[in-house]
């Protein structure tokens, strides 16, 4: 066979892509890869089937209509007090592409990028495909809070670049002030640019508003923060996500997102535009019938005798294995439960590349009432079995 990229040659098909397969395969109940199972806003859908009778389908500016640039500022500056002007915003095709972009912005050869883990599983391969090399700290469950000792004790000569993640995929928890200002002071001191990945800063069920590492003192200049349409209107399939960043840097991204993108589907770009212009109330309603399924599932999964671990944000649950009686490691807990239980999950190992808890599995809970029921009936079956098999 023709040499293949090392990299990419031993990589494994992301654990997303492949527990959605075996869901399909095993006809699983899919809370794995985490997708709302509606259609999308009715009105968003409306807004981006107009586009495409009545605007134009052919390239739009390569670094996003101005609509949908000025659209993402106002509503920044609406729900999170920032000030993003046009300039300052690059549309990407998804935040999957704006993550890429902005490493290969950022890190080359020579460099060290320092990740928390549980890490997106998308950072580390990217980091190195870059020529850079991640260094990794580790945050303990179950309350994955951000240490500054741990955080220092990574920070060498080489570093240049710390990937951020908040709220944490897939823990589902959000960092506090005091967690900013420290992450924030280390990266003034050391001089470090940040990847502030905030696809779920809209999916929060504490009512703590989000506040944006980029809105500390001093961070304006060295935050790429990025965003997701396909989160806050959940919408996966779109691939419409944005990074915003100061203008030089912003320049900066929109030279590597040329390359790899261009540019992403118009149509969908003015839906997300007029998407975004919608009021408070609106964002309220949807987040509200997140929270019910949110709700629901975890106080299914308790009630089946698992044990849900505290979080405040984003489409996932997480349970503790070892706490929920079950004597199994999380990666063959989840192989086994979407083929005998039919119910995918996502094993929270694979956000780890070394030294992670092995006992902690995510379940995505945006889905219809009478799927949940039926994935917790099946669930609470499973652990029976488990536990009955293991009970000595
Ligand atoms: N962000 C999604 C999740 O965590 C996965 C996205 C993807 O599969 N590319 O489930």
Redesign the pocket.
Known sequence: MTKAHPIYAAMET?I??RMSGLAREFGAINLG??FPDEQGPPELIEAAARALREKSSQYPPGAGLPELRDAVGDFYRRRQGLHIAREDVIVTSGA?EAIAASILALAGPGDEVILFQPAYDAYAPMIRRAGAVPVAVNLQPPDWRYRAEDLEAAIGPRTRLLMFNDPL??AGTTAGEAELAMIAQLCLRHDLAVISDEVWEDVRFDGIAHRSLMSLPGMAGRVVKIGSAGKIFGVTGWKIGWMCAAPELARVLGRAHQFLTYASAPPLQWAVAEGLGKPDAWFAGQRQAWAASRERLALGLQGAGYAVLPNAATWFLCVDLAASGIDLPDRAFSDRAVREAGVAS?PVSVFFESEGPTNVVRF?FTKGDAVIDEAVERLGAFRDTLTRSTRR
């Open positions: 992301t997303f892509e890869q985490g999957t995929n897939p996502i995505c």
